[in-house]
Each structure stands twice: as structure tokens, then as C-alpha cells.
């Protein structure tokens, strides 16, 4: 696994957080200082929690996958883009504004956007991939874009939410196409 394609997934997962982060602060109103930063920290967390534990069980079923790791990764993250792309269209970003000022409702918020960070990091595992580099790529980037979202989302607005979570789930279909490619180069002879 290399740098770029743990990066493309890292801005996937973060696009998610984006999203959601953005929904939250366009409708719920003001969203009371320290809150921002309470919330990016959370949802890191969660995501490195979650890509450890997704990295454990990858590594635990890789033996299972001896020879089809790579269409492993291919059909997960496809899965995930897929879901992302889908849910943009079917949910109204508005079905996900939840009360952010609420430290009990950004915990539940913050797993909710974690798990397909779980699914990420049994990509992670089953390929043996460096997890530290990966988790550290994911915490920051989802950091990063929740702290962005709060902070912008009133002047960004909800449609903005919905791009972002198309984009998130474009991002994780350019890694499945990655790993795709990988699985068949040795089938095409190159």
C-alpha cells in the first residue's frame, strides 16, 4: 500500500466528517465555542479506535484471503464509496443534523462516521499495510475537515453537505479502482 492511495482513502473517510460536520453547524443553529474543537478530537479519536481494531481483524482473516486480498480491498472500498455516493442522493444532509452542542450526540455522531473507518482499516490489516502511517493520515485529515466543517458550515450551507459526501465516496471509488488495477496486472501479463 502506498503513500497516495492511504492519503485518497484518508480524504474519503474525512469527506463523511466533512458532511456531517458542515449539516450540523448550517441548521443546528450557533454552535457554542470549544464545541468545534471537542467535536474534531472525537471524531479523530474514533477513527483511529476504528481503523486499530478494522486493522486487527484484517490481520486476523488474511490467511482466510491468501491469493484475493487485493478483490478483498476492491469489493470493501467500492462498498463504502458506493454507500457514500448513495446516501448523498437518498437522505436529505438535513436527516443528519443532529444537536451538536450535545457532547452525547457528537460521541454518537463520531462512531456513526467511524465505521466504515472499521472497514478501512481490514483493508489496512488484510493487505498488511502500514497502519501507523494510515491512521495517522486519517486522524489528521478527519481533524482537519470536521474542525473546517463547524467552523464554515453556516456560510457553506447543505448542498454544499451533499457535494462533499459525493466527493468522499468519489474518493473511495478511485482506491477501489487502485486496487482493481493491482489485481488484475498479473492476470493481464504486465
Request: aromatic share 10%; proline share 3%; glycine share 12%.
Amino acid at each position: 500500500m502506498n503513500t497516495l492511495i492511504l492519503f485518497i482513502i484518508a480524504m474519503g473517510l474525512s469527506m463523511d466528517c466533512f458532511s456531517v460536520s458542515i449539516s450540523n453547524s448550517s441548521v443546528s443553529g450557533e454552535v457554542k465555542p470549544g464545541i468545534p474543537l471537542k467535536t474534531a478530537l472525537l471524531f479523530s479519536l474514533s477513527h483511529i479506535m476504528l481503523v486499530w481494531l478494522g486493522y486487527w481483524v484484517g490481520g486476523l482473516i488474511t490467511g482466510l484471503l491468501q491469493g484475493y486480498q487485493l478483490w478483498v480491498a476492491f469489493f470493501i472500498l467500492t462498498s463504502i464509496g458506493a454507500k457514500m455516493i448513495l446516501e448523498a442522493y437518498r437522505k436529505r444532509p438535513e436527516a443528519k443534523v443532529f444537536d451538536i452542542n450535545n457532547i452525547t450526540v457528537v460521541l454518537g455522531l463520531s462512531l456513526a462516521t467511524g465505521m466504515d473507518a472499521l472497514l478501512a482499516g481490514v483493508v489496512v490489516g488484510i493487505l498488511a499495510g502500514p497502519v501507523w502511517l494510515a491512521t495517522g493520515l486519517i486522524a489528521l485529515t478527519v481533524f482537519i475537515f470536521t474542525l473546517s466543517g463547524l467552523a464554515g458550515g453556516a456560510s457553506l450551507g447543505i448542498s454544499f453537505a451533499r457535494r462533499t459526501a459525493i466527493f468522499g465516496g468519489a474518493f473511495m471509488l478511485v482506491a477501489a479502482i487502485w486496487f482493481l488495477m493491482m489485481a488484475i496486472r498479473p492476470v493481464m501479463g504486465a
